[in-house]
């Protein structure tokens, strides 16, 4: 297989192009001759210009590539190693949402041939790609799983807005239904992964791997938010505990803070869908997600009665809130924690001005209802910085206190200024 795409004979395809399936996608054409789906034509066309609709790479990412975008399904008959990138969220209930995948195996298994591979690298419960992939790709192929084709695992590993930990520099996890392909597409991968490859045992190790990667940093960081809801009622800093036991070697320095975005306040819910399936109910992974989704209404709670005591009435009050993105430096709302925590002080009646460099106004209110502001105003009740984007670490004491009121609150949730202010007029909290 190698060595017929090395010398372009086959093609690779990589179905789902956002910000997992695009740079992986680019990465491969730099190298071999691919085929890039997705179903959202729009998208498509802006790719076809050298744009990247997730604002994560810049158009000298698709210099010097071999690569077809498409809508088409048909198109990926021309391919013999196909790579499904597409999303894996959650539904309202918190449950796995898997149309999106199901809906790329339908895609893939339609255009099926013998002698095919289809390596899936969306974020599963263990037994996902065999158990409810796998059938699909049979039934919609009349193909055998193992006699016909090849089915293989490797999760993803992108960093969105990260730029120095691209898809090549970040080790990649690959396991196949069995020796050969696990060979087979271990090759694949080492062809343009620089920093090397990993070979699971099997197709469910590799799957459990990466769900528990992400389902580990929420339990570390639920457990800093609970000590910064006990540290706040004893009137103790939280990032000045975290200092004073860092200087310990071998303490794992987690901070609090608001935990949003398509991994780390998802991935967990697709263990705990497939524990219970199997009649068990993991207890500390239940209590990590309830610990960090409610962090929203905690804020929002503490900031209201911050107010009231102010003599404020928060149906009077202005509060601006300044990133609304689930990290610094990205374009991506998904499952922002911050259009949570907006929700949150609106129940209150508070008038919320919400603000961000990075996030497409549109992109917000489609998904979460909520109004962006074109510009900061004046006189704000309070101020919480609730992303830190580059945009904003610039900012100090003397432009928070420029746009707000006489009785200034500032809450902090990403620790933006380094020094906690000691000034008697102005109300400072961080998490």
Known sequence: MLKELEQKQKKISVIGLGYVGLPLALAFAKKFSVIGFDINEPRIELMKKGID?????????????????????????????????????????????LRPL????RSVGGQLKKGDYVIFESTVYPGCTEEDCVPILE????????QDFKVGYSPERI?????????????????????ESGNVINDVYAAVITAGTYKAASIKVAEAAKVIENTQRDLNIAF?????????????DTQEVLEAAGTKWNFLKFYPGLVGGHCIGVDPYYLLH?????????????????????????????????????????????????????????????????????????????????TDPHASPNEVAHEYGLSMVDQVSTNYDAVIVAVKHEEYKNLDLAYFKSVMNGAPILY?????????????????WRL
Not at 68 to 85: G, N, R, Y
Not at 139 to 146: A, D, I, T, V, W
Not at 160 to 176: M, N, R, S
Not at 413 to 426: D, T, W, Y
């Open 53 to 97: 609709p997730s604002k994560e790479l810049d158009a000298s990412a698709f210099e010097d590539t071999d690569i077809l975008f498409t809508a088409t399904p048909k198109d990926l008959q021309q391919a013999h190693f196909h790579i499904v990138a597409v999303p894996t969220p959650i539904d309202e209930h918190n449950n796995p949402n």
């Open 102 to 105: 199901l809906g790329a195996s």
């Open 139 to 146: 039934e919609l192929s009349g193909l055998k799983m193992g």
């Open 159 to 179: 960093n969105p807005g990260d730029k120095e930990h691209t898809v090549e520099k970040i080790l990649k996890v690959v396991a196949g239904c069995d020796e």
């Open 224 to 236: 800093m938010n609970e000590l910064a809801v006990i540290f706040d009622q004893m009137g103790i």
């Open 274 to 354: 497939k524990s219970k399936k199997l009649g068990l109910n993991p207890q500390v992974i239940t209590s990590g997600r309830r610990i960090n989704d409610d962090m929203p209404g905690f804020i929002a709670k503490k900031l209201v009665q911050k107010l009231i005591k102010k003599g404020k009435n928060p149906s009077d009050s202005k509060v601006l809130v300044m990133g609304i993105t689930f990290k610094e430096d990205v374009a991506d709302i998904r499952n922002s924690k911050v259009a949570d925590l907006v929700k949150e002080l609106m129940q209150f009646s508070v008038n919320v001005h919400l």
């Open 412 to 428: 902090d949730l990403k620790g933006l200024l380094s020094e906690m202010p000691k000034e008697e007029n102005l109300d400072y």
